[in-house]
C-alpha cells in the first residue's frame, strides 16, 4: 500500500509549483473560511505577542499565516521530485559558522523555530557540513505517512532519529563532529518538569533536554533562521549562539534560545507557526521559580 501511495504523490510532485500555489489557495480557504482550523488559538497567540495590534492588523497576520501554512504542506508534495540542484536554487543557506566548527571537531546543535517552509530544512543542510546530519522525529500514527515523510525529510542524506529512541541515541550521534537539528518551541506536555522562563513576558514552559544535552555533549549552539524571499524561494542562515555549551546552564542557554526565537518572530510574524497551544499550561508555584535572564 505504501508503495501505491508513493507512486500516487511523486506523480503529483512532477506538476509544476503553480499548481500547488494554486491548491494551497483552495486549502486556505478551506482552513480559514470553512473549518476555521484552530482559529481562537491563533487568534489567542497573536494577541499575547502583539497585544498592542488593532484587530485589522490581527486579521490581516492571520491570514497571512494561513497561506504560509497551507504552502508549506503543497509545496512539500512539490519536494518529493526536486532534484537538488532545484531545490537549493529555492532555498539558499549559509552555513559557513557551521562548517568551520566541525572542520575544527565541534559537534554542533541546531535550534530551529517553527518557522515556513521547514520541510525544506532537511533538504540544504546535509551537502553543506563535512559530517553527518541528524534529525529527531515524531512518528506519525499512520505508517504510509510516516515512511513517505521519513523518506522526504532524509532523501538528500539526513538521519532520522526517532524521539522515542533519542536518548539512547545521543552518544552515537555524537561519536565524531555531527549536526544535530531540534525544535524547542513546542509545549511540553509534563509542564512540572519543563523550565519555566519568560517568553513574550509571560511565563513558558520550555523542554530541558536540549540544552542539558548540549551541556553534556559540550557541542556549540548555533540558532536556525529561515526567511522567505518570495512565494516558493526561501533562505536558511546558522546563527552562533555560543561555541562551548557546558560553560552555561541549561537556563542560560534556553534563555540565549527564546530571545532568538522572540527576535525571530517580531521580524517577521507571519513566518511562524501560530497554531501550537504555546500557552495551554499556566505555571504553578510547584513548578519552581520563572527564570528571567539573571
Not at 527564546?258 to 511562524?272: G, S
Request: glycine share 4%.
Amino acid at each position: 500500500m505504501y508503495r501505491v501511495v508513493f507512486l500516487l504523490f511523486q506523480g503529483i510532485s512532477l506538476l509544476p509549483m503553480s499548481f500547488f500555489h494554486a491548491l494551497s489557495e483552495v486549502a486556505v480557504f478551506i482552513l480559514a473560511r470553512v473549518i476555521r482550523y484552530r482559529r481562537d488559538v491563533i487568534e489567542q497567540n497573536i494577541r499575547t505577542v502583539f497585544p498592542n495590534h488593532s484587530s485589522q492588523q490581527v486579521n490581516q497576520l492571520i491570514k497571512q499565516f494561513y497561506r504560509n501554512f497551507a504552502d508549506t504542506f503543497t509545496e512539500s508534495i512539490k519536494l518529493l521530485s526536486l532534484s537538488k540542484a532545484q531545490i537549493e536554487k529555492r532555498c539558499t543557506i549559509n552555513f559557513s559558522v557551521v562548517r568551520q566548527l566541525m572542520q575544527e571537531g565541534k559537534s554542533v546543535q541546531l535550534m530551529a523555530a517553527h518557522q515556513f517552509n521547514w520541510e525544506y530544512v532537511n533538504q540544504v543542510i546535509p551537502g553543506q557540513i563535512p559530517g553527518p546530519y541528524y534529525f529527531v522525529y515524531r512518528t506519525i500514527q499512520s505508517r504510509i505517512f510516516n515512511q513517505l515523510f521519513l523518506f522526504l525529510r532524509s532523501r538528500q542524506g539526513g538521519k532520522p532519529v526517532a524521539a522515542e529512541a533519542f536518548a539512547a541515541a545521543r552518544d552515537q550521534i555524537f561519536s565524531q563532529p555531527a549536526a544535530l537539528i531540534l525544535g524547542a518551541d513546542q509545549n511540553p506536555s509534563h509542564p512540572d518538569r519543563a523550565l519555566w522562563i519568560e517568553f513574550f513576558g509571560k511565563p513558558t514552559p520550555f523542554h530541558p533536554g536540549p540544552a542539558k544535552g548540549a551541556i553534556a555533549k559540550n557541542t556549540a549552539m548555533v540558532m536556525l533562521n529561515l526567511t522567505r524571499k518570495k512565494r516558493g524561494y526561501y533562505h536558511l542562515e546558522a546563527t552562533l549562539l555560543t561555541r562551548d555549551c557546558a560553560h552555561y546552564t541549561s537556563e542560560q542557554l534556553t534563555w540565549l534560545y527564546k530571545k532568538e526565537t522572540e527576535r525571530l518572530i517580531l521580524e517577521d510574524p507571519a513566518n511562524y507557526l501560530w497554531s501550537h497551544r504555546r500557552w495551554r499550561h499556566q505555571w504553578q508555584p510547584a513548578y519552581g521559580p520563572v527564570y528571567k535572564g539573571e
